[in-house]
């Protein structure tokens, strides 16, 4: 994660104003590791920042994603996630509760899937983003 001195580098570095708007974002983001989508970000910061709207929220994401600050995720549901976490890792999706949770992925296994997918595609890989789908411990005992 960046600290604030380092995004606030990033963001004037790709000619964004640093605002607390933005800084708030992402500390939201930072400050533990969840996957929220836009309205659950807005949601969280609604109480501490009352006069910031939703579309300050989404086009703040936006921005965040261009600079690399944070990447999106598509989990298949109707909305993004967010995450700060920049390192390459694998992603558990509950299909219960919807929780999202990290995994970190050690280099040798990227690097063997990597070579695997490139060997079969025939692509450049730059980059890529792992899913697990099922229940997590929480969901699983009520079943």
Known sequence: MLTSQELTALLRNHGYKVTPQRLAVY????????????????????????????????KTVEILRDIKAIQILNAGEDSYRYDANMQEHYHLCCTECGHIHDVPMSNEVREQLTALVKDQSGYAITGGQFYFYGLCPKCLKLH
Do not use: D, G, I, R
Request: proline residues 12%.
């Open 27 to 58: 500390e939201a983001l930072a400050e533990k590791p969840w996957h929220p989508n836009a309205e659950m970000l807005y949601n969280k910061l609604q109480p501490k920042y009352p006069a910031m709207s939703f579309a300050t929220v989404y």
